[in-house]
C-alpha cells in the first residue's frame, strides 16, 4: 500500500514506540487519529508533530478495552476523514501479577487492552476499510508472545492472542485487507530503569545493544508496503529470540 493520502488510526499513538510509529506515518504522507487513554497532552503533542510534517491530525480518548469508547472513537475518526486505510495496534498494559493470583482486576484490564481491544478496533472499523476497497492492519505484540515473562502472566497472554487475532484475522479479512504484526525486543527503556540493568538487557541480544523506536517504526512501514504479506510476523529485537 502507497501510505501518502491514506488515514491511519494509532492505539496508543501518543508515546514511546506509539508515538514513533505515528511519526512515521505522518512523514510518510498519511493523515493521524492517535488514540490514547491518559495521555492527553502527549498525544495532543504528537498531534502538533504530526501536523508540522503536513499531514492532518487528530486526537480521540478511548479506552480500547471498552466497546462503547471504541465505538465512540470510530465514530469521531469515520466523521473527520471519511473513513480509514490503516490500523496500527499499539495500545498495551504492562500490568503485573503473581500466579496464582488474587489481582482479577488487573488480569482482566490488561488482557481487555490487547485481545479484546484489538478485537474491538477491527472489528468496528474493518467494514470501512472494506468500502474503501481494502486496508491494512498491523498488530504490535512482543516476544512474550512466546516466551513466558515472570509475573508478566496477563501480558503474555494477551500478546499471545493478538498473534492468534492476527493469523485469523488475516484469513477472514482476506483478500482485501491484509493483516500482520511486529513483534519489538528492547528498543526503549522503562523510566525506571537504572543503567545496569539496561547493559543487562543489551547483552541478552545478539547485537549487544538496544534498538531504537524507530526500528519498529520502519518494521510497520514494511509491513503496510508490502503487499504480498500477510499472516506474517517480523522480529525486531536484535536477535534475542535466538539466545
Same mark, same amino acid.
Given at each position: 500500500?502507497?501510505?501518502?493520502?491514506?488515514?491511519?488510526?494509532?492505539?496508543?499513538?501518543?508515546?514511546?514506540?506509539g508515538?514513533?510509529?505515528?511519526?512515521m506515518?505522518?512523514?510518510?504522507?498519511?493523515?493521524?487519529?492517535i488514540?490514547?487513554?491518559?495521555?492527553?497532552?502527549?498525544?495532543?503533542?504528537?498531534?502538533?508533530?504530526?501536523?508540522? %510534517?503536513?499531514?492532518?491530525?487528530?486526537?480521540?480518548?478511548?479506552?480500547?478495552?471498552?466497546?462503547?469508547?471504541?465505538?465512540?472513537?470510530?465514530?469521531?475518526?469515520?466523521?473527520?476523514?471519511?473513513?480509514?486505510?490503516?490500523?496500527?495496534?499499539?495500545?498495551?498494559?504492562?500490568?503485573?501479577?503473581?500466579?496464582?493470583?488474587?489481582?482479577?482486576e488487573?488480569?482482566?484490564?490488561?488482557?481487555?487492552?490487547?485481545?479484546?481491544?484489538?478485537?474491538?478496533?477491527?472489528?468496528?472499523?474493518?467494514?470501512?476499510?472494506?468500502?474503501?476497497?481494502?486496508?491494512?492492519?498491523?498488530?504490535?505484540?512482543?516476544?512474550?508472545?512466546?516466551?513466558?515473562w515472570?509475573?508478566?502472566?496477563?501480558?503474555?497472554?494477551?500478546?499471545?492472542?493478538?498473534?492468534?487475532?492476527?493469523?485469523?484475522?488475516? %484469513?477472514?479479512?482476506?483478500?482485501?485487507i491484509?493483516?500482520?504484526?511486529?513483534?519489538?525486543g528492547?528498543v526503549?527503556?522503562?523510566?525506571?530503569?537504572?543503567p545496569?540493568?539496561?547493559?543487562?538487557?543489551?547483552?541478552?541480544?545478539?547485537l549487544?545493544?538496544?534498538?531504537?523506536?524507530?526500528?519498529?517504526?520502519?518494521a510497520?512501514?514494511?509491513?503496510?508496503?508490502?503487499?504480498?504479506?500477510? $499472516?506474517?510476523?517480523?522480529?525486531?529485537? $536484535?536477535?534475542?529470540?535466538?539466545?
Amino acid at each position: 500500500m502507497e501510505i501518502k493520502g491514506k488515514v491511519a488510526l494509532i492505539t496508543g499513538g501518543a508515546v514511546r514506540v506509539g508515538r514513533a510509529i505515528t511519526l512515521m506515518l505522518a512523514a510518510a504522507g498519511a493523515h493521524v487519529a492517535i488514540n490514547y487513554n491518559a495521555s492527553v497532552a502527549a498525544a495532543d503533542e504528537t498531534a502538533t508533530m504530526a501536523r508540522a %510534517l503536513g499531514v492532518e491530525a487528530m486526537t480521540v480518548q478511548a479506552n480500547v478495552g471498552d466497546l462503547a469508547d471504541v465505538q465512540r472513537m470510530a465514530d469521531a475518526v469515520l466523521t473527520r476523514f471519511n473513513g480509514v486505510d490503516i490500523i496500527v495496534n499499539n495500545a498495551s498494559d504492562f500490568g503485573q501479577i503473581d500466579f496464582p493470583t488474587s489481582d482479577i482486576e488487573t488480569w482482566q484490564r490488561v488482557t481487555r487492552v490487547s485481545i479484546d481491544g484489538a478485537f474491538f478496533v477491527c472489528n468496528t472499523l474493518a467494514p470501512s476499510m472494506q468500502a474503501r476497497g481494502g486496508g491494512v492492519i498491523v498488530n504490535v505484540i512482543d516476544l512474550s508472545a512466546w516466551r513466558p515473562w515472570r509475573r508478566f502472566t496477563a501480558h503474555a497472554v494477551g500478546k499471545a492472542g493478538m498473534l492468534a487475532l492476527t493469523h485469523q484475522m488475516a %484469513l477472514e479479512l482476506a483478500p482485501t485487507i491484509r493483516v500482520n504484526a511486529v513483534a519489538p525486543g528492547p528498543v526503549l527503556p522503562p523510566d525506571n530503569h537504572r543503567p545496569e540493568d539496561a547493559e543487562q538487557v543489551a547483552q541478552r541480544t545478539l547485537l549487544k545493544r538496544w534498538g531504537k523506536p524507530e526500528d519498529v517504526a520502519g518494521a510497520v512501514r514494511y509491513l503496510i508496503e508490502a503487499d504480498y504479506a500477510t $499472516g506474517s510476523v517480523v522480529v525486531v529485537d $536484535g536477535g534475542e529470540h535466538l539466545l
